[in-house]
């Protein structure tokens, strides 16, 4: 539909002799609105509510609401957001496809035409998420773990091949090209859109929506967009806005260089840290200043990878020269560089490092006062000064052992146990007046390495391991058994990619090696890493100390590890060690990394060679030696750290856009493995019943044309309870499949060998595999069945006896009874995993009640027709008495029936009654629970229209 433009915005724009037609801001006038101050990601949102305004969903009011926007305001002012494109990972995007073709078929059996199921929005998946670090060390690893990979996830990659035939304007990047985020800023990312729209050639800002929450990565090259549950992207797809309130917008204001010594890792944990103790859930974050001149590109992007890790909707860099450069690197073309450079200083999107726009909040930070650090061992808000992380790592080891010798399986407090904690919300001032470096705590010393060493004892548990080559070597709490280079988050970034390799280098010449306990990997994030590697002649540096690649994917952050050396992880598990990861990613959740290890370091990729080498968390890396050269002399850190003056050099000479343009030529083709697989054909998807991988879902089984009446819940029991910061990762599946498991025993029973089980992320187009997985992650306690950890419940239907989630949930839904879940503080944080939700409503659960919720994951309990339930201000499960064993009843639901939504309803719980907080926050999510859930209300609309 073409826009009613009541502000008189469009005109044209002419770059290079080729004409754009546009949009101006500059246009949007009249008392009390004031364009030109707004942060920049607002300027994108009100361009994107100029252009699609048509009177009826997107008006001429709710432009003047975001142009008049008020900076002090809480957010109450809801508008519909319709982003440029969509971007997926397979793990998340195989269900999105395999919805798709379910609806298809849904729309068949409704009279109405199939092929209306397309995407109308430009739909890119990348597949990155399935290979696994089973072979390491070796020249071959990358070979091998590819075909491992095929071998596993045929059905999958079948599945996909129809979908990018069947489906108009969806692409999928095949397997062993990189990870998502980082083929997305160096290659699918735009900044400044173009399309074609009745003959006109339109120019706006690129904007996203992702099936995974680190999409924000994109936001480093001036692109506002966020991670969304699978179902949300899939509305995006088929045309639907995302229903959203204006946000706050929080300003960070960036000052000063990076010191030597500090990298961009270190500088991003340093953010995340000071984000989330500020408080920035739900809110914009945007970066300004002259510090973000001086900032590269790379360094932007890592920062807005970990948007999720700080808890915000965004952290977006505006446009500037270094942006262009980067585009130009990257080898976008000439045309489209002007475009963008023209555009955004035509629309007021480029930067300007004097300005102050008016932020709702603002922090700041002196980029000098950065000093090396570490994350963990299980968030990665919880930054620790390297200097300090030797003592750091003492004092949080007496969590994960007993009596100083005995291990046990993690922390006692059930809630810290949950894996993210959510730190109390406090203001954290920019100039704390005990503070020199804005974020509360005293100015490093200028001389890291004179700072002076932190000791004390601790617990102490060596076993003597003994290794197929006969090497022999005693493991004690706290040695690196996985060292790896891994995720987006760090592999985008050349200079620390470079940092990790020299350091390598100098390792080697210095005749150190690896430590023999530790699995090194390296899994870059696109092929361009490796081909700049060669280029500088470094990748036999990296080899020689057992960082071979691996793939090109996630790894080691999403789980996809693979086992520890067989003889370590045999003494960990007999001797109940508290070993350690260090990884270069965004996520170091307990249980998420691997089975056998329970610490868990986020780190920068050179910091993860030196902890190779060193082999322990129990080290001082400023004073103790990383091992002995070939005449026994002691080498230490400083001995290879490398100078970023070496870093840029090696950057100058071996990084080229021809690169990027080889690499990325012919993207979507894929290697001659990807273009032999057998594929399906036709608009509809022929499903096998066999299949273990790929089923048709139950979502539209006698669906009616028209939505039924919302009830209350009556007679409900309570499924879990459970403690705060409860994330995505411990209710969705993910990880390995145990054999005794609810999952592993229904492949058993399909025929499927265990070592075909695979992952769970692997099976998501299988709805009976994702089900018995939900709630099942084996750090999640649930308080309704004390002294049990993983996926267990009590089933009331049986007397209360101790059973697993899925056999309860199955039982109750047998008999009728509906479930809900108790929750205390942000429950759903970490990535947009669409399974927590979809596992959530397969279950039989109707409500959530939580004290509060991360955003994502509230959104897509709605889209599955749950109702998340807040408790009262101030009150939670434990202080209204609740015990879990209650029959609950809540009433007062059916007042959506009227086309309201109340703001309470009444919970009875046993003698227990309180008012719970409806968290249905906009009109359009009260349609979609209305119908059912999202897809439900958009297969009726297409159906109708």
């Known amino acids: 539909m073409a826009s009613k433009d009541s502000f008189g915005a469009k005109?044209?724009?002419?770059?290079?002799?080729?004409?754009?037609?546009?949009?101006?801001?500059?246009?949007?006038?009249?008392?009390?609105?004031?364009?030109?101050?707004?942060?920049?990601?607002?300027?994108?949102?009100?361009?994107?509510?100029?252009?699609?305004?048509?009177?009826?969903?997107?008006?001429?009011?709710?432009?003047?609401?975001?142009?008049?926007?008020?900076?002090?305001?809480?957010?109450?002012?809801?508008?519909?957001?319709?982003?440029?494109?969509?971007i997926m990972q397979d793990f998340t995007g195989v269900p999105c496809v395999v919805d798709l073709a379910t609806m298809r078929e849904a729309m068949a059996d409704l009279g109405g035409d199939p092929s209306r199921i397309n995407p109308l929005a430009p739909a890119e998946m990348v597949i990155d998420h399935s290979v696994i670090a089973d072979v390491f060390g070796s020249a071959d690893a990358f070979q091998r773990n590819v075909e491992i990979e095929y071998e596993r996830n045929r059905e999958r990659y079948q599945f996909l091949r129809w979908g990018q035939g069947a489906f108009d304007d969806f692409k999928v990047v095949p397997p062993g090209t990189g990870i998502v985020h980082q083929v997305n800023i160096e290659h699918l990312a735009r900044t400044v859109f173009t399309r074609e729209v009745d003959g006109e050639l339109l120019a706006y800002p690129d904007t996203c929506v992702g099936t995974d929450s680190h999409t924000t990565m994109v936001n480093g090259i001036g692109v506002v967009g966020w991670g969304v549950g699978g179902i949300e992207a899939e509305a995006a797809m088929l045309g639907q806005p995302v229903s959203m309130l204006i946000p706050r917008v929080v300003g960070f204001k960036l000052s000063g260089d990076l010191p030597e010594g500090s990298t961009a890792t270190d500088l991003v944990l340093t953010i995340t840290?000071?984000?989330?103790?500020?408080?920035?859930?739900?809110?914009?974050?945007?970066?300004?200043?002259?510090?973000?001149?001086?900032?590269?590109?790379?360094?932007?992007?890592t920062i807005g990878n970990m948007s999720p890790e700080f808890g915000s909707t965004i952290a977006v860099f505006p446009i500037d020269e270094e942006t262009v450069k980067y585009l130009e690197l990257t080898g976008r073309p000439a045309e489209q560089l002007a475009l963008v450079e023209a555009y955004a200083k035509a629309q007021g999107l480029w930067h300007d490092p004097d300005a102050e726009p008016r932020y709702s909040e603002k922090l700041e930070l002196d980029l000098a006062t950065v000093v090396p650090s570490l994350a963990g061992p299980k968030r990665p808000q919880d930054r620790v000064a390297l200097s300090d992380a030797k003592q750091s790592f003492r004092g949080a080891l007496a969590d994960y052992v007993t009596?100083?010798?005995?291990?046990?399986?993690?922390?006692?407090?059930?809630?810290?146990?949950?894996?993210?904690?959510?730190?109390?919300?406090?203001?954290?001032?920019?100039?704390?007046?005990?503070?020199?470096?804005?974020?509360?705590?005293?100015?490093?010393?200028?001389?890291?390495?004179?700072?002076?060493?932190?000791?004390?004892?601790?617990?102490?548990?060596?076993?003597?391991?003994?290794?197929?080559?006969?090497?022999?070597?005693?493991?004690?709490?706290?040695?690196?058994?996985?060292?790896?280079?891994?995720?987006?988050?760090?592999?985008?970034?050349?200079?620390?990619?470079?940092?990790?390799?020299?350091?390598?280098?100098?390792?080697?010449?210095?005749?150190?090696?690896?430590?023999?306990?530790?699995k090194t990997t390296l899994a870059p994030g696109s092929q361009v890493v490796s081909d700049y590697y060669e280029k500088a002649g470094l990748t036999p540096y990296l080899d020689k100390l057992g960082f071979n690649l691996v793939g090109y994917g996630c790894v080691t952050c999403i789980g996809n590890s693979g086992p520890l050396i067989p003889e370590v992880s045999a003494a960990v598990q007999e001797a109940d060690l508290a070993v350690v990861s260090v990884l270069s990613g965004n996520r170091n959740f307990e249980g998420r990394i691997n089975p056998d290890v329970k610490m868990n370091y986020l780190a920068s990729p050179p910091l993860v060679v030196a902890y190779a080498l060193a082999g322990s968390m129990d080290v001082d890396l400023f004073h103790d030696p990383l091992g002995q050269d070939a005449d026994g002399n002691d080498v230490y850190m400083r001995d290879i750290w490398p100078s970023p003056q070496e870093v840029e050099e090696v950057i100058a000479q071996a990084i080229t856009s021809d690169m990027f343009d080889s690499s990325y030529a012919d993207v979507f083709a894929g290697d001659e493995r990807w273009r032999s697989l057998p594929t399906p054909e036709g608009d509809t998807?022929?499903?096998?019943?066999?299949?273990?991988?790929?089923?048709?879902?139950?979502?539209?089984?006698?669906?009616?044309?028209?939505?039924?009446?919302?009830?209350?819940?009556?007679?409900?029991?309570?499924?879990?309870?459970?403690?705060?910061?409860?994330?995505?990762?411990?209710?969705?599946?993910?990880?390995a499949i145990k054999k005794d498991s609810p999952a592993?025993?229904?492949?058993?029973?399909?025929?499927?060998?265990?070592?075909?089980?695979?992952?769970?992320?692997?099976?998501?187009?299988?709805?009976?595999?994702?089900?018995?997985?939900?709630?099942?992650?084996?750090?999640?306690r649930n308080q309704i069945a004390p002294g049990t950890e993983g996926g267990f419940t009590r089933d009331f239907t049986a007397g209360?006896?101790?059973?697993?989630?899925?056999?309860?949930?199955?039982?109750?839904?047998?008999?009728?009874?509906?479930?809900?879940?108790?929750?205390?503080?942000?429950?759903?944080?970490?990535?947009?995993?669409?399974?927590?939700a979809k596992g959530t409503s397969l279950l039989g659960v109707k409500a959530v009640i939580a004290e509060?919720?991360?955003?994502?994951?509230?959104?897509?309990?709605?889209?599955?027709?749950?109702?998340?339930?807040?408790?009262?201000?101030?009150?939670?499960?434990?202080?209204?008495?609740?015990?879990?064993?209650?029959?609950?009843?809540?009433?007062g639901i059916t007042e959506l029936n009227e086309g309201r939504t109340p703001r309470t309803v009444k919970v009875k719980a046993g003698d227990t009654e309180f008012d719970a907080v409806v968290r249905i926050d906009t009109p359009g999510e009260a349609n979609y629970y209305r119908n059912g859930g999202i897809m439900q209300y958009v297969l009726r609309n297409l159906r109708r229209g």
């Open 11 to 86: 005109s044209t724009l002419d770059v290079d002799g080729k004409s754009y037609t546009y949009f101006r801001l500059d246009q949007v006038t009249g008392e009390g609105l004031d364009v030109a101050s707004l942060p920049f990601s607002l300027k994108v949102l009100l361009e994107n509510l100029l252009r699609t305004e048509d009177g009826e969903d997107i008006t001429a009011d709710d432009v003047r609401a975001l142009a008049g926007w008020d900076a002090d305001a809480e957010p109450d002012k809801e508008i519909q957001f319709t982003p440029a494109r969509v």
């Open 273 to 301: 840290e000071m984000l989330r103790k500020h408080g920035v859930v739900g809110k914009f974050v945007e970066f300004y200043g002259p510090g973000v001149s001086a900032l590269p590109l790379a360094n932007r992007a």
């Open 403 to 518: 009596d100083g010798a005995e291990g046990d399986s993690g922390p006692d407090d059930a809630a810290d146990a949950q894996g993210y904690d959510e730190s109390v919300e406090e203001t954290f001032p920019a100039s704390d007046p005990v503070s020199s470096n804005g974020h509360g705590e005293a100015a490093p010393p200028k001389d890291y390495l004179s700072a002076a060493p932190a000791d004390g004892g601790r617990p102490s548990k060596p076993v003597r391991v003994t290794l197929e080559d006969g090497t022999e070597f005693e493991l004690d709490h706290g040695a690196v058994t996985i060292a790896s280079i891994t995720s987006c988050t760090n592999t985008s970034n050349p200079s620390v990619m470079i940092g990790a390799a020299l350091l390598a280098k100098k390792a080697v010449e210095r005749g150190l090696q690896r430590k023999p306990w530790v």
């Open 685 to 735: 998807f022929a499903w096998d019943p066999e299949s273990t991988y790929v089923r048709k879902p139950p979502y539209f089984d006698g669906m009616p044309d028209e939505p039924e009446a919302v009830t209350d819940i009556e007679g409900a029991r309570v499924l879990l309870k459970l403690g705060d910061s409860v994330t995505t990762d411990h209710i969705s599946p993910a990880g």
């Open 744 to 780: 592993g025993k229904y492949l058993a029973e399909h025929g499927v060998e265990q070592r075909d089980f695979n992952s769970y992320g692997s099976r998501r187009g299988n709805h009976e595999v994702m089900i018995r997985g939900t709630f099942a992650n084996i750090r999640l």
């Open 800 to 836: 209360g006896e101790v059973t697993s989630v899925y056999d309860a949930a199955a039982h109750y839904q047998e008999q009728g009874i509906p479930l809900v879940v108790l929750a205390g503080k942000e429950y759903g944080s970490g990535s947009s995993r669409d399974w927590a």
């Open 852 to 891: 509060s919720y991360e955003r994502i994951h509230r959104s897509n309990l709605i889209g599955m027709g749950v109702i998340p339930l807040q408790f009262p201000a101030g009150e939670s499960a434990e202080s209204l008495g609740l015990t879990g064993e209650e029959e609950f009843s809540i009433t």
